[in-house]
């Protein structure tokens, strides 16, 4: 998979230069972030609203370290260039980079996006990176989920079906 996402998967300073270029278009640029591990009806849900906040919608994704950190050792499932895979070729997403860190405030702090996006779980003073993006004069937006569904169901489910 190496190959498939090596033109798709944007280093930081490369996806700097066309936020740049973008917004000198008079373009909205959208950020939000997420594991990603096993994509579900929910993910596709909030990415198509996302989008739907501006023009360009960027997805930072947590490599595998920063999930095996956040998640523990028996995650991610589905390994990060799988993932970037999937994720770049979903239609609501035009650009796709990794972090390492465990939150995407210095991504955020390089890109400055119009927009940051996290579910509506989160409250305003725990999303990371609020400060760079309101200082800037963009906006926190949070989407409710609809569809009720996570990864982490979907594994208790599949362990619960086939571990009896």
């Given at each position: ?12 300073n ?25 994509l ?26 920063s ?7 028996s ?16 239609k ?61 169901n ?11």
């Amino acid at each position: 998979m190496k190959n498939a996402t090596s033109n798709i998967i944007f280093d930081w300073n490369s996806l700097k230069e066309k936020v740049v270029l973008l917004k000198n278009e008079g373009k909205k640029v959208v950020f939000t972030n997420g594991c990603f591990d096993l994509l579900h009806a929910g993910h596709v849900d909030y990415l198509i609203k996302a989008k739907e906040l501006g023009d360009v919608l960027i997805v930072g994704m947590n490599s595998d370290d920063s999930i095996r950190r956040i998640k523990g050792d028996s995650r991610p499932i589905v390994p990060f260039d799988e993932r970037a895979f999937v994720m770049a070729n979903l239609k609501p997403v035009d650009f796709v980079t990794a972090f390492d860190e465990d939150t995407p405030y210095e991504l955020i702090k390089t890109i400055v996006p119009d927009y940051l996006v996290k579910g509506a779980d989160w409250s305003d003073e725990n999303i990371v990176g609020r400060d760079v993006v309101l200082a800037n004069g963009g906006e926190i937006k949070r989407i409710e989920f609809v569809v009720e569904q996570s990864t982490s169901n979907i594994i208790k489910t599949i362990l619960d079906k086939n571990c009896k």
